[in-house]
């Protein structure tokens, strides 16, 4: 068994050992839960975003969108969210996506979720 914690609180924060740092292999999306929270890694130019999993606008499983060119496209109706802060696309008024820092580790991919 591997003594290494996989759950670490830091005051109101949690950082959570996803899995190995290898863990998307060769996809672009891979849906997880850390926390009890459905989230979405997403694989963007070399970096791994984590997303919540539910389209902010009509709750879209955004796992069966596509990431392109730093946007995350919501496959129901089309909104797309800058993976830099989680604004959606002109045209459309409802919230920012909420964005998880994700860190690439030699024990592994870790998410500080708030
Ligand atoms: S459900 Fe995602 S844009 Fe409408």
């Known amino acids: ?3 290494k914690p ?5 005051g109101r924060r949690a950082r959570i050992r996803l899995g190995p740092a290898d863990l998307l292999g060769g996809r672009t999306l891979l849906p997880v839960v850390a926390g009890g929270q459905p989230l ?11 997303a919540e999993r539910a389209c902010p606008h009509e709750g879209a499983d955004l796992s ?6 730093g946007r995350l496209r919501c496959p129901r109706h089309l909104a797309s969210f800058d993976l830099e802060d989680g604004s959606v696309s ?13 860190e690439i580790a030699s024990d592994g991919l870790w ?3 708030t």
């Open 1 to 3: 068994m591997c003594g």
């Open 6 to 10: 996989i759950w670490v609180a830091e």
């Open 40 to 50: 979405l890694l997403v694989r963007d130019a070399g970096r791994i975003v984590a």
């Open 64 to 69: 069966h969108g596509q990431c392109v060119g």
């Open 90 to 102: 002109l045209g459309w008024s409802f919230r920012a996506l909420r964005l998880y820092p994700v």
């Open 111 to 113: 998410i500080m979720l």
